[in-house]
C-alpha cells in the first residue's frame, strides 16, 4: 500500500513570494489534514478536510494560508504571501473516515523564507 | 483544548541501555499514537495505542487512559533509535485531531 506523498520535499522563496504545497493521502482515506512543525516544536494542526470539506481550520491563518481538496483526493495548502515565520515543515496526514485508527504523515515540505 | 506532556525532554543512552518514556494527557482520548521522527523529519508511527499493551521488537508500549498516561519502553537501544519521539492524542469528542507533545529528544551513541 503506497503512503502518503507530497511535493516539493523542499522550497526556498523570498518573503512577500508565494507558494503552494501538494499531497496525496493514502487510497481510499476519507480524512485529510495539513500540519505545520516549527523547528523545536510538535506539528500543529492547520486545517482538517472530510471528503473535500472543511472540518475545522480554526488554526489555519486565514489572511496568507488557503487549501483545497476539490475532488476529495488529493490536496494544495497555499501561502500568499509567505512571512519568515512561515518557515517549517509542512505535513500531511491522511485517515480513514471512522472515529477510531491511525493517522499516516508523509515525508513533509521542509520551507526556508528568506 | 487538551494539554499532553512529556518526559524527559532529553536523553542520552549508551547503545544498549533501556529507557522509559511517559506521554500525560489532560482528558479523555479515543486515539493515541507515538511516533519516532527521524533526523530527516520523516514521522514514522510506532504504535496506535489508545488502551492496553502493545509490543513490536524492541519496543513496546502501555496506555492506562482510566489515569491518563502513556508509556514507551525502548529496550536495547541502538544508534538508529536517536531522534525524536513524540506522543500525539485525540481528545474524545474532539473530532479526530491529534494534539502532539513536546518530544523527547533521544540520543543513543557508541
Known amino acids: 500500500e503506497a503512503g502518503v506523498a507530497q511535493s516539493p520535499r523542499y522550497k526556498i522563496i523570498e518573503k512577500r513570494q508565494s507558494v503552494a504545497f501538494w499531497c496525496n493521502p493514502i487510497?481510499?482515506?476519507?480524512?485529510l489534514y495539513w500540519y505545520q512543525q516549527i523547528l523545536g516544536q510538535g506539528p500543529k494542526l492547520l486545517i482538517q478536510?472530510?471528503?473535500?470539506?472543511?472540518?475545522?481550520d480554526s488554526q489555519l491563518p486565514k489572511d496568507r494560508f488557503s487549501a483545497e481538496r476539490l475532488k476529495g483526493v488529493d490536496s494544495t495548502l497555499k501561502i500568499q504571501p509567505a512571512k519568515l515565520e512561515d518557515s517549517a515543515v509542512y505535513l500531511c496526514?491522511?485517515?480513514?473516515?471512522?472515529?477510531?485508527?491511525?493517522?499516516?504523515f508523509g515525508p513533509g515540505t521542509r520551507l526556508t523564507v528568506l | 483544548g487538551i494539554q499532553v506532556e512529556q518526559s524527559p525532554p532529553d536523553l542520552i543512552l549508551q547503545e544498549g541501555a533501556n529507557s522509559t518514556l511517559r506521554c500525560n494527557f489532560s482528558?479523555?482520548?479515543?486515539?493515541l499514537q507515538w511516533f519516532h521522527q527521524n533526523p530527516w523529519g520523516q514521522l514514522i508511527n510506532l504504535f496506535y495505542?489508545?488502551?492496553g499493551t502493545k509490543q513490536n521488537g524492541r519496543l513496546s508500549a502501555t496506555t492506562v487512559a482510566t489515569e491518563r498516561y502513556s508509556l514507551l519502553y525502548i529496550s536495547s537501544s541502538q544508534t538508529t533509535d536517536s531522534g525524536v519521539y513524540f506522543c500525539?492524542?485525540?481528545?474524545?469528542?474532539?473530532?479526530?485531531?491529534?494534539?502532539f507533545g513536546t518530544g523527547t529528544q533521544l540520543k543513543v551513541e557508541l
Open positions: 496526514a491522511s485517515k480513514t473516515g471512522q472515529s477510531f485508527g491511525t493517522q499516516y
Open positions: 487510497s481510499g482515506h476519507a480524512t
Open positions: 482528558d479523555s482520548v479515543n486515539n
Open positions: 478536510f472530510q471528503n473535500n470539506g472543511v472540518v475545522d
Open positions: 495505542i489508545p488502551s
Open positions: 500525539a492524542v485525540e481528545r474524545t469528542g474532539g473530532g479526530n485531531k491529534l494534539t
